[in-house]
């Protein structure tokens, strides 16, 4: 049973600093930092939301849009990777186009781009059909973007992954194998084909890009898959790239809490060493250079603010539910998918079959 969701309100998700005050210790003035927005949505029964994951036996896994597959994928008997296959023929357009007048209403070097735009994106998944909210753990928030590489996490409390490889994701075939490990990067799975770079929208969109209104691309991280589908702008990610831009991303994510780690003797020690640290610095400051810093205050900071932070631990982690119907109907609709695509069921896709 399919349940859809209310979203009752967002809110503001901040994270806060300490700003240094002389060499001697932290100013307790916290500064605040917009990170993403908290959806909090009405929970009307424990049913799974219209776009979800599922997940079954054998290690098979499956992203559903509605009534409908958007990807399915297994583990491999390894679990040094997994097969995948995109549905094509899947209408996985979770909200409405952007026009190009709702396009140019923040530009991209604006401050409250981000926090605009993922305003926008919570009131269209609102009042889409394929509304993926569940309970108050869904979060909207920038995330980093690499074409090539990247960070291995988030630069801050919100557990963001960063959007990697983003180059790769042009070529994608629609069914293959990602190998993934401890630390690996992989690119953002589309959900439908990339139009032609010829095409007017694109030739449209190019010019957003040169003129610096394109909005961002929306994302969902599926942490089963250990990657980003690609819910909203296909075209607009075609159209950066073109122009050598790295577009913004605006990530959907489902987060959990963990308890606090409360150690009062690493607490201490941090204290102590700190302490130590910063009286070597001001005994050295004359000797202090580029070459050779010292701690600094932003650094002793940080330090001190991670011991004595009490708050639960955030990670992002995506609930996925029984696979429906179980395996029988998986392995019908891979096939199915696979003849899709103008292939027969070779010896290679044995292992995700299987």
């Given at each position: 049973?399919?349940?859809?969701?209310?979203?009752?309100?967002?809110?503001?998700?901040?994270?806060?600093?300490?700003?240094?005050?002389?060499?001697?210790?932290?100013?307790?003035?916290?500064?605040?930092?917009?990170?993403?927005?908290?959806?909090?949505?009405?929970?009307?029964?424990?049913?799974?939301?219209?776009?979800?994951?599922?997940?079954?036996?054998?290690?098979?896994?499956?992203?559903?849009?509605?009534?409908?597959?958007?990807?399915?994928?297994?583990?491999?008997?390894?679990?040094?990777?997994?097969?995948?296959?995109?549905?094509?023929?899947?209408?996985?357009?979770?909200?409405?186009?952007?026009?190009?007048?709702?396009?140019?209403?923040?530009?991209?070097?604006?401050?409250?781009?981000d926090r605009a735009w993922a305003r926008y994106f919570a009131d269209a998944l609102h009042h889409s059909s394929l509304n993926p909210l569940y309970r108050d753990r869904m979060f909207l928030a920038p995330a980093q973007v690499f074409l090539e590489?990247?960070?291995?996490?988030?630069?801050?409390?919100?557990?963001?992954?960063?959007?990697?490889?983003?180059?790769?994701?042009?070529?994608?075939?629609?069914?293959?194998?990602?190998?993934?490990?401890?630390?690996?990067?992989?690119?953002?799975?589309?959900?439908?084909?990339?139009?032609?770079?010829?095409?007017?929208?694109?030739?449209?969109?190019?010019?957003?890009?040169?003129?610096?209104?394109?909005?961002?691309?929306?994302?969902?991280?599926?942490?089963?898959?250990?990657?980003?589908?690609?819910?909203?702008?296909?075209?607009?990610?075609?159209?950066?790239?073109?122009?050598?831009?790295?577009?913004?991303?605006?990530?959907?994510?489902?987060?959990?809490?963990?308890?606090?780690?409360?150690?009062?003797?690493?607490?201490?020690?941090?204290?102590?060493?700190?302490?130590?640290?910063?009286?070597?610095?001001?005994?050295?400051?004359?000797?202090?250079?580029?070459?050779?810093?010292?701690?600094?205050?932003?650094?002793?900071?940080?330090?001190?603010?991670?011991?004595?932070?009490?708050?639960?631990?955030?990670?992002?982690?995506?609930?996925?539910?029984?696979?429906?119907?179980?395996?029988?109907?998986?392995?019908?609709?891979?096939?199915?998918?696979?003849?899709?695509?103008?292939?027969?069921?070779?010896?290679?896709?044995?292992?995700?079959?299987?």
């Amino acid at each position: 049973m399919l349940d859809g969701r209310t979203l009752v309100f967002c809110a503001d998700f901040v994270d806060y600093r300490f700003e240094p005050s002389g060499a001697a210790g932290v100013d307790a003035r916290p500064v605040s930092r917009w990170l993403g927005l908290r959806l909090v949505a009405e929970q009307k029964s424990s049913a799974r939301p219209a776009l979800h994951m599922q997940a079954g036996p054998r290690r098979r896994m499956r992203v559903m849009a509605g009534p409908t597959p958007l990807v399915w994928a297994r583990i491999d008997n390894d679990h040094y990777g997994y097969w995948y296959l995109c549905n094509e023929r899947a209408d996985g357009q979770v909200v409405p186009p952007i026009s190009f007048d709702e396009a140019r209403q923040w530009p991209a070097d604006s401050v409250e781009f981000d926090r605009a735009w993922a305003r926008y994106f919570a009131d269209a998944l609102h009042h889409s059909s394929l509304n993926p909210l569940y309970r108050d753990r869904m979060f909207l928030a920038p995330a980093q973007v690499f074409l090539e590489g990247g960070s291995s996490g988030s630069s801050g409390r919100l557990p963001v992954p960063p959007v990697t490889r983003l180059r790769e994701t042009l070529a994608l075939p629609v069914h293959g194998f990602s190998d993934w490990d401890f630390g690996d990067h992989l690119p953002p799975l589309p959900t439908r084909r990339f139009s032609n770079e010829s095409h007017g929208r694109i030739k449209a969109l190019r010019k957003l890009v040169r003129d610096g209104q394109l909005p961002p691309i929306l994302m969902m991280w599926f942490s089963g898959l250990d990657r980003y589908v690609i819910l909203d702008g296909h075209d607009r990610l075609l159209a950066s790239l073109i122009e050598g831009q790295v577009p913004k991303s605006i990530a959907l994510l489902e987060v959990s809490e963990r308890p606090p780690h409360s150690d009062s003797r690493r607490k201490d020690a941090v204290v102590r060493e700190v302490e130590r640290l910063l009286a070597l610095r001001k005994a050295a400051e004359p000797m202090i250079t580029r070459a050779r810093p010292g701690i600094t205050l932003d650094h002793a900071n940080h330090l001190l603010v991670e011991a004595f932070d009490d708050r639960p631990t955030l990670a992002s982690m995506t609930s996925a539910w029984p696979l429906h119907g179980g395996s029988e109907p998986w392995t019908s609709e891979v096939r199915m998918g696979l003849s899709a695509i103008d292939r027969a069921v070779e010896a290679v896709d044995f292992d995700m079959i299987a």
